[in-house]
């Protein structure tokens, strides 16, 4: 573990951060300008402007944050670098939770469908550490795919629940990750997972120490038991609300904090903000590629992420062979 | 190769009338479920004219369901024998998804009329020439060199799976209406309305592979020992584990064809194959997988379609059961 940077680099690196803020500052602004409709055409621009275009670009910043530091929180907890929400199957318990509130209680508020949606990816990923812990591993590779598969159980029942009751449409444009229809009133309990990210900002510390085992974090005092819970229970909050605000974001966990942990090393407090800004910055452009490249149309973001998030993966996989 | 394999002789012959009971159960069960969707609740008196249309209809159904189950069950066993372990399927390494994105990049790149101007023979020769040709190139390579990793390979293979299923979704977002139209409909079948014409050539590509997993059969029990094993008896581990994955690519893409993707199905038929075949020699186990396959289809579509009445629900149905089998082997096994 790479704990400290050398000195030498420290003042590049005092300088990187705000000038990467700076970077991922301007990308929301250009995000703040396009779309589909011209801000300058007539005098409704402005009004347009506050009801669309702020909204969208608020939950792009706060969705994106929440899913890149969710998925470093899950390797922390696992000590495996290839978990994040949609490898352990909790956005897919997340997605059968709204489903069965919606179909249970139609008329249901919005945060009632939060608070279960929340809960039952906090029951998921309990579930997903306990096969974890009940069966040995001849490799680390082998705990996502294990997740995976949990998470296409999930999902067959949740499409089975779907098909008997006629939603299966529903669903379908529900869970695609996207930030079309977010309008002023739809996101703003998105802001839940800003309190999820400044939470973890203060945890980071004995999330990373209670993944080392709960031998070594009980040796230098640590409950072991409340931080693991803690811990899933703010993946879970986060999972839960993107869920079900916006869809699936997939690989996006996955891609960020490994790109930083590669560059920066693995000290998880100072990776921090630089993975919030990694999953904005990335989040924003998949955003602006997908209503770009059909203009009047848009390609939802989950679809520009799943290919852009999986060829980043697969390179990070092969130069991790090729190293060995 | 087969006599370094086979057990000492008292065994054997202890253990072959139990085999052989347990296959003849099986294929009991085949035949009456098959005689049943054929001929139950069929409209006029048998040995009518209008009783034999029905029957010829209902057949196109048997033989999908039965090509399926030969798919799947086959496509597991492989599966799970090349790339050493029980718990994955060939579906979640994305081979549907591979299909699909080949499909649909066919359509996004020449039009519709290219869909409808590859029918029959052509297509199906080009489709598997396509398959082989993509699967050889992508698990050769990533199986090959001095570092070539089963576990990298796999979770490439799954995240692969994921990228095309987004590529094929960003391509069908961005074809005309009409295009999608035709690519919808040729991609997904469902058990209940298959499409008759393309039944005979996925038989025959289903036919030649079947042949070739036949003659591999003492083969893939030493490739089932594991690499340092199959290594020491002298055989060419690599090259033996890509033609296989390549073998099962093919058909995948002829059962994804016919009635879209399984995802538990297969896994349902291996598992319960390994338990219940009374041996782990591929030509017992292969076969038996198989039969098993038929009789939970065709079982299943007879008690859904004339009990229930609820036939288009069959293949959710088995992907849930299979799904929640899944877990509990999941849970029960110790280790992985």
Known sequence: MIV??????????????????????????????????????????????????????????????????????????????????????????????????????????????????????????????????????????????????????????????????NSLQMLGTWFMGSFTSIVRGRYEVLWVVAIVVLLVFLYADRITVAGLGRDIATSVGLDHTRVMLIGTGLVAVATGVTTVVVGFLPFLGLVVPNLVSMWRGDNARANLPWVCLGGVAIVVVCDIVGRVIRMPFEVPVSMILGVVGSAVFITLLLRMRARG | MAEVLTRPAPARALRRPRIVARFGILALIVVAAAVGVLTW?????????????????????????????????????????????????????????????????????????????????????????????????????????????????????????????????????????????????????????????????????????????????????????????????????RREVVGMLVLVAVLISVSTTMVGPMTFFGFLVATLAYQLAGSAQHRVVLPFAVLLGMATLLGGYFVLRHVFYAAGMLSIIIEFVGGVFFLVYLLRKGSL
């Open chain 2, 41 to 237: 609740n069929v409209p006029g008196e048998p040995g009518s004219r209008a009783f034999w249309l029905a029957v010829n209809l209902r057949v196109v159904s048997v033989a999908t369901i039965a090509l399926v189950a030969c798919c799947q069950a086959v496509a597991t066993v492989l599966f799970h024998t090349a790339t050493a372990n029980r718990i994955l399927t060939p579906s979640i390494m994305g081979f549907d998804a591979l299909y699909v994105v080949m499909q649909t990049a066919l359509v996004f790149f020449f039009g519709s009329s290219a869909l409808s101007a590859t029918d029959g023979l052509l297509k199906v020769v080009v489709q598997s020439v396509l398959m082989v040709g993509f699967a050889t190139l992508l698990y050769g390579w990533l199986f090959a060199g001095r570092r070539g990793n089963l576990h990298i390979m796999l979770l490439v293979g799954v995240v692969l799976g994921v990228g095309f299923g987004s590529l094929s979704t960003v391509m069908q977002r961005l074809l005309t209406p009409s295009d999608f139209d035709v690519l919808s409909a040729r991609l997904f079948g469902n058990l209940s309305n298959s499409d008759a014409e393309y039944l005979p050539w996925g038989a025959l590509v289903v036919a030649v592979v079947l042949v070739i997993v036949w003659r591999a059969r003492h083969r893939l029990d030493v490739l089932a020992l594991g690499r340092e094993a199959s290594v020491n008896l002298g055989l060419a581990y």
């Open chain 1, 4 to 165: 400290t940077a050398p000195s030498s680099r420290k003042l590049g690196h005092r300088v990187a951060l705000p000038a990467a803020a700076a970077g991922v500052a301007a990308l929301v602004v250009l995000s703040l300008f396009v779309g589909a409709y011209d801000l300058t055409a007539d005098a409704f621009g402005g009004e347009m402007f506050f009801i669309s275009r702020v909204p969208r670009t608020l939950a792009l910043v706060l969705a994106g944050c929440a899913m890149a530091v969710s998925g470093l929180i899950m390797q922390l907890l696992t000590q495996n670098r290839f978990v994040e929400p949609s490898t352990t199957g909790t956005s897919e318990w997340a997605a059968l939770g709204l489903l069965v509130t919606v179909l249970l209680a139609p008329g249901a508020p919005l945060l009632v469908r939060m608070v279960v949606a929340s809960v039952a990816a906090f029951v998921g990923t309990m579930i997903f550490i306990g096969i974890l812990r009940r069966i040995s591993l001849r490799s680390s590779l082998v705990v996502p795919l294990i997740g995976i598969m949990l998470g296409a159980v999930v999902s067959a029942f949740t499409t089975y629940l779907a098909v008997s009751t």
